[in-house]
């Protein structure tokens, strides 16, 4: 859309988009909320996938919406998701990035935590996170990605050379493929230590750090591009789950949350707790 505005500043007749509705953002969510039912240039039109085409099977139909009520909604009866949100908005991801700054250098006397998301190098992009606490804040100080297609061993000797130079000898991750990543940071004199929290976890703790600007980020585009994709889905029994959206990455997102999260029970803990007598 915003490439073919300026284009249409010299083109005449009607734009058409077609679309299959999905999460309640984007330019599609922003036209049906501006303009539907309601006079205007902008025609909205919403129809069931029955009245677009009756040749469908409506049997079929039911059944999937039986299976799958949200997702078939959408895809089949016009629907907005309502179990999918934004994770973290724009403006919250902006006012707790430090314009410019990209990596802060190890410092001596200082703390780190780091936090790793490994790749088998064809398909997903591995990450790596290094954050340490400044009081009750969180300070996000390096965060790298290796893009796919890449050597996993290659990676793993980089990434462990990074961690030594931040006098890191442990580093956390996800429970990704098993007991390979354990066994390859080993080589390098790295103890790898499977998270003991879900991806989903890791983000709803980072939430608060982001909401409440006790965390700073760095400058990073991949790294504000993948945090304002993340979905938030509501589950039964009460505990979201975030995610990217499909066909979308999170490898540099979850490692920085990771990272901070890590680094943020850590300042907590520091914090002196009151003893009432």
Same mark, same amino acid.
């Given at each position: 859309?915003?490439?073919?505005?300026?284009?249409?500043?010299?083109?005449?007749?009607?734009?058409?988009?077609?679309?299959?509705?999905?999460?309640?953002?984007?330019?599609?969510?922003?036209?049906?909320?501006?303009?539907?039912? +309601?006079?205007?240039?902008?025609?909205?039109?919403?129809?069931?996938?029955?009245?677009?085409?009756?040749?469908?099977?409506?049997?079929?139909?039911?059944?999937?919406?039986?299976?799958?009520?949200?997702?078939?909604?959408?895809?089949?009866?016009?629907?907005?998701?309502?179990?999918?949100?934004?994770?973290?908005?724009?403006?919250?991801?902006?006012?707790?990035?430090?314009?410019?700054?990209?990596?802060?250098?190890?410092?001596?006397?200082?703390?780190?935590?780091?936090?790793?998301?490994?790749?088998?190098?064809?398909?997903?992009?591995?990450?790596?996170?290094?954050?340490?606490?400044?009081?009750? +804040?969180?300070?996000?100080?390096?965060?790298?990605?290796?893009?796919?297609?890449?050597d996993p061993a290659?990676?793993?000797?980089?990434?462990?050379?990074?961690?030594?130079?931040?006098?890191?000898?442990?580093?956390?991750?996800?429970?990704?493929?098993?007991?390979?990543?354990?066994?390859?940071?080993?080589?390098?004199?790295?103890?790898?230590?499977?998270?003991?929290?879900?991806?989903?976890?890791?983000?709803?703790?980072?939430?608060?750090?982001?909401?409440?600007?006790?965390?700073?980020?760095?400058?990073?585009?991949?790294?504000?591009?993948?945090?304002?994709?993340?979905?938030?889905?509501? +589950?039964?029994?009460?505990?979201?789950?975030?995610?990217?959206?499909?066909?979308?990455q999170d490898d540099?997102?979850?490692?920085?949350?990771?990272?901070?999260?890590?680094?943020?029970?850590?300042?907590?803990?520091?914090?002196?707790?009151? +003893?009432?007598?």
């Amino acid at each position: 859309m915003r490439a073919l505005r300026p284009g249409r500043l010299t083109t005449k007749g009607p734009l058409i988009v077609i679309s299959t509705p999905y999460r309640r953002a984007g330019v599609l969510w922003t036209a049906y909320r501006q303009h539907w039912g +309601r006079d205007g240039q902008v025609l909205v039109w919403v129809a069931d996938s029955l009245t677009m085409n009756p040749t469908l099977d409506a049997a079929e139909i039911e059944e999937e919406l039986k299976n799958d009520p949200e997702a078939a909604a959408a895809e089949y009866l016009a629907q907005f998701r309502s179990d999918l949100e934004d994770f973290l908005p724009m403006e919250a991801i902006e006012a707790v990035t430090i314009p410019g700054r990209y990596e802060i250098l190890p410092l001596q006397g200082v703390r780190y935590l780091g936090f790793v998301d490994p790749s088998g190098g064809r398909a997903d992009s591995a990450a790596l996170a290094v954050a340490h606490a400044e009081g009750d +804040r969180v300070i996000l100080d390096l965060a790298r990605r290796w893009p796919a297609p890449h050597d996993p061993a290659q990676v793993v000797g980089e990434m462990a050379g990074i961690l030594k130079s931040y006098g890191l000898r442990r580093v956390t991750g996800d429970r990704y493929a098993g007991a390979w990543p354990e066994q390859e940071f080993r080589k390098h004199g790295i103890t790898y230590a499977p998270a003991a929290k879900t991806k989903s976890d890791l983000y709803l703790e980072f939430l608060p750090l982001v909401l409440s600007g006790r965390v700073e980020l760095l400058d990073l585009k991949q790294l504000s591009n993948e945090l304002r994709a993340l979905e938030r889905r509501a +589950r039964s029994g009460g505990r979201d789950s975030v995610d990217h959206p499909a066909r979308g990455q999170d490898d540099l997102a979850n490692a920085v949350a990771g990272a901070c999260s890590l680094a943020g029970t850590a300042a907590f803990r520091a914090i002196p707790r009151i +003893r009432w007598i």
